[in-house]
């Protein structure tokens, strides 16, 4: 334990430095000055745990086995199952996003994918029905990063949805996620109208065969590369998956063609992924999530293993931490709304795509998709202050993940929630936003910060578990 | 006619003031101050064009009809057709890219793609038959851009070759090419061994009907909007066009899916085009020639309206001009070569694809493409410079075609012959290298200039037809 006068300063000399050194760490990863503003004198319990975490011996290499496990990690999709054959879901059982909560605490777009999800199992004949089922506390709801998944937006997986198979064989990892709905009404927004419901069926008992012959047919599909290639394209891989769905239809559209279908079928999935830019995400999500896991439960590492919201709380997940969430109120993004939405449609910020961001990419990748600021408003020059500033927060650039605008730079990686606190830089993140009100859907896209909170929660806990706590 | 002395040097202060009127509108267009350096004191006789072309009453109003004729066009992929059919080609008339040339002054691509076209034809039996058709002069050569065609590398066109055919209804104008073949021993390279000519055999007889049927299917294809989002996605539309093409196969996939043959030949065209990222430059050169053409024969214009290379010459149009070629020897490219290929075996700077330059893109949109700037060893710095420099030699910028990385300005296009001898910026251009040796095929890709000297004697053309000439 450190020394600390009556007035809650720091007395001892060397440990008041660490803030420093963290600081010119941050320097040094990056070659370039930290601009003084961007700093605050942490808060005086922060400036106690951040001084124990600088005395951790563990700390360094820790934290680089941690970044360099998920850097080396290489996913593929491997095929398509179900939530019930690879997680063993039962009818009442749902996945959602974030960190845990209960129907009673949930906002408005996770209770409609819910009462949705219900329709689809066919436990419920009406939405009524299925509302009261989740009233009465009748399902049970656990979150995806709890078994292995990740859902974009509200997450909501159930029993007989089908899931990709994410695998890698670097870290002997594997996660999973459900198959994109493309947008507007639609599960993940909150939406559960007929239509999203039998669009869901559509995906179960068309798409999700033939794509599951066509990768048995192509053999295990390299996400890293794909993410490679579409960061190059103007994709950031969280907002933006245009290129990278585009470049997955053409790398699989022989072996689609190929299965034992009509060509009236074949010719449907096409239009499908043609009409889908997001198509991706779900396999990209995984493939992060595969990656990050590998970097869990490292004793003293203080990198960010899953940042996540579940649309009223963002969460994290620290390696050194466990599966610990470390939890805050979550913000409401801002952005550009959809026709006939305003400000006050947004609900707070949801989903477990903000693995892509834990990954290194997303709006830590801004740089590689100037659309995107463009749509909020902003310069080309923003996007590259935003990724300029996700170097301050991580622990390595990623070799494999290049941004061609900053002369082919890897990508900021591996969030370090000590260099969070000590710069007051929260990682930036590009998001969906889905309506307040259940069974609205989406109203628009923009970006959002997380709670500083959760960080300072995190930091406070890793640094518990060391030596000097 | 303006004075001179007996120096040759211009006595008239309004004239000598012309060089620095025309300049100062460049500033004015860019909204960005010229490097002194850029600017070299033309030779007498240019002086002399330039003070007759800058007096030209005609010219602002040409120049600028010219070039919003060119940007309005949005050409369309209509369908396939073939040589024959659409062109009266008979079987031993060829096309070929760039300016007029004989068999006897012929490079060794051009002579390597004719002898490939006779086999194709049936009109030779083997390589040393056609070679002695070609030197007996029994085939007739006619350049592409003489019959509203254009081809890349060699560009040879015989009769049986199938055609796409684009058409722009902004403008009534219509334009062909024949269908990309992939890379390496390739007809246009300059190869011709016999699965060179099986290719082509499959290309005319079992790829050409099934997108025949796809295009009828899915209805005009616009080549313009495919460019707008491809040059967000890191080709520059010539030597990059990964995303395109991945685009196209994207947007046709359903209409390939349903076209009436075996589930194993739609696999093949889907193999075929997924494995070809040059896939669709065979399409968008044709638009980028449809959209120039509009531009031809505008009395005072100094605008380009094609710029081609037969591997011997390098020749451009000018819409003052009809359609004399102003020819000068041809640079040889410098970039990187394929693996056992050195500096000596690259030919001479030879196709038609420099329409892309033409229309602004290729190397005029290098700041979309920092891929490329890097295979040859340059940064993203330099393919912006590239770009900004070509901001000055152009009368305007493409709001349909716009460089993210710049902030979303349109790309540069209008190549004013004035601008270029003013200047002496030469057009940057983008190009794939050829084997010397006919029947080498390709042997790299890179960067050329062209010869200044075509657009002096385009200047001084389009000088003598003012009235002050």
Redo the contacts between chains.
Sequence with gaps: MTEQDGSGLLRNPKISAVGIQLLSDAIRDQGTAVADAAWQPPRDGLALSLSQIAADQRRVNANQQAVQAMIEARPEVVGVTTAHQALGLERRQFLHSGPPISWQNASGPLRGALVGALLLEGEAADADEAWQLCEANEIELLPCHSRGAVGPMAGVISSSMSLYEVRDEVNQQVAYSNLNEGLGKVLRMGAYSPEVIDRLRWINSRLAPILSEAFARQGPFDVRALLA?SL???DEGHNRN??G???F???M???I??CDVS??E???V??F??GNEHFVLNMVMPAAKASADAARNIPGSTMVVAMARNGTEFGIQVSGAGDQWFTAPANTPEGILFPGFSDKDINPDIGDSTIMETYGIGGFAMACA??IV?FVGG???LAHQKTHQMYEITLAENPHLQI?????RGTPTGIDVAKVVSTQILPAVNTGMAGKEAGTGQVGAGLVEPPMSCFEQALVAVAETGDSA
Excluded: H
């Design positions: 290639q190059q394209m103007g245009r290129a769905s585009a470049l239809l053409r790398e559209s022989s072996s063609a190929q060509s009236a074949i010719s449907q096409f239009d992924i043609n100037p659309a463009r310069s080309v020059e061609a605008s900053l002369d082919f």
